[in-house]
Structures are given as structure tokens and as C-alpha cells.
């Protein structure tokens, strides 16, 4: 089954940077668009970034553009998000995300998240 697991989150102060992963199994990693999501309490998820499955292309939130770098290694099956210039509005819980067609269908795969938070 599919499996997106996040990790590297943790507490930083403004300014600093953290490098978030997603390492992903159960599916064709290569041939997937992968994202990342991020979620305060009280509001809905809001997309960051998106990189395509060659990695050839990739797109990130008005917020997080200059800031922010989605790369992927597909040796790995690992998606990272690399955020520089930390501001305390960038707390969040960070999830990484796959839409999959299954059948006629199409499915949002979810990491469990991973905390960032950005305080002095």
C-alpha cells in the first residue's frame, strides 16, 4: 500500500533553515507529481510546493517562492523540502502528499506530518 512517511521538522528560530523529507513506497514514485502541504490548527491545508516525477519542473506557493525548494531524488523514492529564511508564520504541521488513479478513480495519499516550528 502506499506509505509517505515525513521527517526532519523540528524547532528552529527565525532566519534558520530545516530540510523536511518524504520517503514514499507502494507506487511508481518516478511517475508522480509529489507535494507538500502544510496545515496550522484552525485552517485548512494550503499547498507549498509541487515537483513533477522527473523533477524536471516544480512550483512552489507565492509565500514560499525565494524561500523555499522542492527537489526530489528518485533513486530514493524521497521527496524533500528544503526552507531557508524561516519566519515564525511558517509554523505548521508539514505533510507530503501523492494523488494516485486507481481505476476510475483518483486518490490523496497522506504522510502523518511533521512539526515545523519557527519561534525566538
Known amino acids: 500500500q502506499v506509505q509517505l512517511v515525513e521527517s526532519g521538522g523540528g524547532l528552529v528560530q527565525p532566519g534558520g533553515s530545516l530540510r523536511l523529507s518524504c520517503a514514499a513506497s507502494?507506487?511508481?514514485?518516478?511517475?508522480?507529481?509529489m507535494n507538500w502541504y502544510r496545515q496550522v490548527p484552525g485552517k485548512g491545508r494550503e499547498l507549498v510546493a509541487s515537483?513533477?516525477?522527473?523533477?524536471?519542473?516544480?512550483n512552489n506557493a507565492d509565500f514560499a517562492k525565494g524561500r523555499f525548494t522542492i527537489s526530489r531524488d528518485n533513486a530514493k523514492n524521497t521527496v524533500y523540502l528544503q526552507m531557508n529564511s524561516l519566519k515564525p508564520e511558517d509554523t505548521a504541521v508539514y505533510y507530503c502528499?501523492?494523488?494516485?488513479?486507481?481505476?476510475?478513480?483518483?486518490?490523496?495519499?497522506w504522510g502523518q506530518g511533521t512539526q515545523v516550528t519557527v519561534s525566538a
Open positions: 515537483i513533477t516525477g522527473t523533477g524536471g519542473s516544480a
Open positions: 507502494g507506487f511508481t514514485f518516478n511517475s508522480y507529481i
Open positions: 502528499n501523492v494523488n494516485i488513479l486507481r481505476g476510475w478513480a483518483t486518490h490523496d495519499y
